[in-house]
């Protein structure tokens, strides 16, 4: 079966842009969270989206926000980007909201702000 | 809120050898997995052993939960296995990922 997937890929964006990553979870899989990877802080939890609610968030500033569609495919934005933002963002989808079975993870999506 | 730190941070090995990975975590937790990072960038999941010892192929994974640690094995190492491994545990009243730091291994030819 097709695993996380994560568009796009590669992003290069300006100081003061925003930007939409998407991710696609796994079929049947209705649990999506966020991820921030970065040299300096290492893996941190962004957000976590279950049948079209957030349930849990990181400590992040309100211009990253998230959302999450009736078929699980969820999506993030981050609005007037900084350089600090440049990072690789991780989405990983579970079964359910209790982790049985633990998270798959996508490709990521490497976003240098310039 | 829970801590992960990962040992050693750094290890190097000749192909052939055996390694053992460790992660040490600061409560009871309800989820644990490893990852391999891989060259670019993704999260491989290797187990989801929250508790128990399971095996897979060269890897291994023994998780003692009363005593809040993990331990990966990985034997006869290969260039292939270089890379970071995380440790990743979740629990408590929310649904994250918690990661330690990572172990950069690197296996020579």
């Known amino acids: 079966k097709a695993g996380v997937t994560q568009t796009p890929r590669y992003l290069i964006k300006t100081r003061g842009q925003q930007v939409t990553l998407s991710c696609s979870p796994i079929?049947?899989?209705?649990?999506v969270s966020w991820y921030q990877q970065t040299p300096g802080q290492g893996l941190q939890f962004l957000f976590e989206?279950?049948?079209?609610?957030?349930?849990n968030k990181g400590n992040f500033p309100g211009r990253f926000s998230g959302r999450q569609f009736s078929n699980s495919r969820s999506e993030m934005n981050v609005s007037t980007l900084e350089l600090g933002d440049s990072a690789l963002y991780l989405c990983?989808?579970?079964?359910?909201?209790?982790?049985?079975?633990?998270?798959?993870f996508g490709s990521g999506t490497r976003l240098t702000v310039v | 809120g829970i801590q992960v730190e990962q040992s050693p941070p750094d290890l190097i090995l000749q192909e052939g050898a055996n390694s053992t990975l460790r992660c040490n975590f600061s409560d009871s937790v309800n989820n644990l997995q490893w990852f391999h990072q891989n060259p670019w960038g993704q999260l491989i999941n290797l187990f989801y052993i929250p508790s128990g010892t399971k095996q897979n192929g060269r890897l291994s994974a023994t998780t003692v939960a009363t005593e809040r640690y993990s331990l990966l094995y990985i034997s006869s190492s290969q260039t292939t296995d270089s890379g970071v491994y995380f440790c990743?545990?979740?629990?408590?009243?929310?649904?994250?990922?918690?990661f330690g730091t990572g172990t950069l291994l690197a296996v020579q030819p």
């Open positions: 079929s049947g899989h209705r649990s």
């Open positions: 990983a989808s579970s079964l359910a909201y209790e982790q049985v079975g633990g998270y798959t």
């Open positions: 989206y279950f049948s079209e609610t957030q349930r």
């Open positions: 990743a545990v979740g629990g408590g009243a929310t649904n994250k990922l918690i």
